[in-house]
């Protein structure tokens, strides 16, 4: 255990300035969570790996010598028709079962997904270097990363793009008809599927934007997909579903918390500690459904 | 009918006793056959007859594991030595001292977890559905994640378990291990088997078909939820136990809490023998370690990708498993009486 971070007010302004760049991003990928859990019903355990592999597109045009920051809007063209590829030839299997039939067999493409990452990419943890320098605030006391402040505004803006999409454009509102009522939707004459297929592959595309911002400021690796699931679920559970300025701030807050989190109790902890809160989170939920349930009875 | 179930089960007992002489190669093989079969049959307790599909039976598993091995060590040697760095070079447990270890260590890796079950179980089980299959999902992460971060056991580098003492005799581990995990399967079975010729099933059953109305008709649905689970718990414990010495090494996310791992296999081996029936998860752990074997042997690299898509194809094309598909197309074997008229009629309306 380690308090040195309420000692120094320069430590806890940086721990909230990083938590709240990096809760940006988390939002951004629960807002796919969110789309599709809506849309379709359905949770996607391998959420995070495709935000892995979204950073791995990006890694590899800096492999190859091209600037990573390109790689957001490659990333999620390529990611897209991933996403639509994977709901036809698993998802669209799902969709009307049980939520715990898709849990499992989205556990199944997560294992899949982060095995085969393994092989192409190998087990090592990378990062695509963007040398966007950093910027220093408060007497050079605080250090902020420009890239962490690029991949927040990219975060911003990819989210505001899609509201706009959702809201004004035809494939937008026949997504947003689906999630209220498949069923009246179908009969107005919407193609369910079609939208089921293009609602998974925006979720992806997102996660591939995600991903790539995600391999420039941080570091990606092939089995680092498991917590962005989970992050993204609690910020859903706890914004509560089309909740969108809910999600920003719940991601916002899973991240300052994950930077004090880091601080005090050590690195080592942080992965554990997001798992903690998850079930704290869950549990707290579940007291207080069961006292609303009470008051009813 | 008794019969035949006399002859099923001397049948397979005699097996049992007879296999690590017939087999001697695939000693630690049946071993671990056993303890999956273990693993299945109690997630089924929860998860196929509860209705409450749990990622988190994991967590019992991997605190046995490492609490057998801790009392194991820690009832002669200080524990804090044995972790450092090659405590097991240092210091020698004599056969004695290893046998009173390991029962003792077995006792408290299954009652400590069904304690550990029992107290979270009043909050974790009054989730519902998904949220209840993520939530223990988290648990098993954040067990392995802190596990990894523990010095006195081992941290990052792993936990070596007392090796098997000199007893004279080459083939001594394996049978030892062997016989212990199969004595623990038949506890494992009779104890199950006896629950589900109770009320308290009918109860479990009806909690999972309709939580609510059970609730409206007097049943008090979380004490029996929080039995259920701590049954589980008991025999996961001592199933991790065992485990832990027939490895011989744990270690936190790889070993012991191996949610990618046999966190998976026991919900997908239950699935596949047929969830909510007795003999479903056995039968569907043995296909499954037959088909998990055939392929790390010959597939080796691959065979995460194997397990992937066997996921896949066997949550989306095959939910019911096997024992479902067998109920489906022979019900009067299983005691169901078919009406003739009324399944045509089905049929048709199909």
């Known amino acids: ?85 994977i709901y036809k030839l698993v998802i669209n299997k799902v969709v009307d079962r049980d939520l715990f039939i898709s849990i499992l067999a989205t556990f199944g493409i997560s294992i899949l997904f982060m095995q085969l990452m393994n092989f192409a990419f190998g087990a090592d943890v990378v990062l695509a270097n963007s040398d966007y320098g950093t910027t220093m605030l408060f007497n050079n006391n605080v250090v902020l990363p420009n890239s962490k402040l690029f991949s927040a505004f990219i975060s911003i803006l990819f989210a505001i793009c899609l509201v706009i999409y959702m809201k004004k454009s035809k494939l937008g509102r026949a997504i947003r008809a689906t999630a209220q009522n498949a069923r009246a939707a179908k ?67 899973l991240g300052v918390f994950e930077e004090f989190a880091d601080y005090i109790l050590g690195t080592e902890f942080r992965i554990g500690s997001v798992f903690l809160l998850l079930v704290l989170i869950l549990v707290y939920r579940r007291f207080k459904l069961s006292r609303k349930r009470e008051y009813l009875k | 009918m008794n019969k035949n179930n006399l002859i099923l089960y001397s049948g397979i007992l005699i097996f049992g006793l ?68 090659g405590g097991e070079k240092t210091f020698v447990h004599t056969p004695t001292q290893f046998f009173q270890g390991m029962a ?130 008991f025999f996961c414990g001592l199933a991790g136990g065992i485990m832990g010495g027939l490895v011989g090494y744990i270690d936190s996310t790889d070993v012991a809490f191996d949610g990618r791992e046999m966190g998976v296999f026991m919900v997908l081996m239950a699935i596949l023998g047929g969830k909510g029936t007795l003999w479903g998860p056995i039968i569907g752990a043995t296909i499954f370690h037959i088909f998990k074997e055939g392929f790390w042997t010959f597939f080796l690299g691959w065979q995460y990708v194997a397990l992937g898509v066997l996921i896949v194809v066997i949550v989306i094309y095959f939910p019911e498993g096997i024992m479902g598909w067998l109920r489906e197309k022979y019900p009067e074997r299983f005691g169901e009486v078919v009406d003739e008229k009324d399944r045509k009629a089905q049929v048709e309306l199909k």
């Open chain 2, 104 to 233: 003792v260590g077995l006792i408290v890796a299954a009652i400590v977890p069904t304690i550990i079950a029992g107290l979270i179980g009043y909050s974790i089980l009054g989730l519902r559905g998904h949220y209840f299959a993520i939530c223990t999902l988290g648990l098993g992460v954040a067990a392995g994640e802190i596990s990894g971060g523990i010095e006195i056991i081992g941290a990052g580098q792993g936990f070596t378990t007392p090796p098997f003492p000199d007893v004279g005799s080459l083939e001594a581990r394996g049978e030892f291990f062997y016989f212990l995990s199969f004595f623990t399967l038949i506890l494992t079975f009779i104890a199950v088997r006896s629950i589900y010729s109770t009320r308290f099933k009918l109860i479990l059953n009806a909690i999972r078909d309709n939580e609510d109305k059970a609730e409206a008709m007097g049943i008090e649905t979380m004490k029996y939820k929080i039995i259920g689970w701590m049954i589980s718990a």
């Open chain 2, 18 to 85: 007879a296999a690590p002489f017939l087999f001697p190669a695939f000693k630690v093989q049946l071993s671990i056959l056993c303890v999956l079969i273990i693993l299945a049959t109690t997630w089924n307790i929860q998860g196929g007859e509860m209705g409450y599909n749990s990622f988190g039976n994991i967590l019992f598993y991997g605190l046995g594991m490492y609490l057998c091995a801790s009392v194991q060590v820690g009832m002669f040697f200080p524990l804090a030595e044995w972790t450092e760095s």
């Open chain 1, 187 to 253: 009969i107005l004459g919407v193609d369910t599927e079609k939208v089921y297929a293009a609602t998974f592959g925006i979720n992806a595309a997102l996660c591939g934007v995600a991903g790539a911002l995600i391999s420039i400021t941080f570091t990606i690796h092939p089995y680092m997909g498991l917590p962005y699931t989970i992050r993204s679920f609690m910020i859903v559970i706890v914004a509560g579903l089309g909740n969108l300025p809910g999600v920003a701030m719940s991601g916002m807050g």
């Open chain 1, 1 to 85: 255990m380690d308090f040195m971070v309420f000692q120094y007010p320069m430590i806890t302004v940086q721990a909230c300035l990083d938590g709240i760049l990096l809760g940006i991003l988390f939002a951004l990928i629960a807002y796919g969570m969110a789309l599709q859990w809506g849309v379709m019903n359905i949770i996607n355990i391998a959420q995070g790996d495709l935000v892995i592999l979204g950073g791995y597109i990006a890694y590899f045009m800096y492999l190859y010598g091209i600037h990573p920051a390109w790689g957001v809007i490659v990333a999620p063209v390529i990611m897209y028709f991933l996403g639509v590829l």
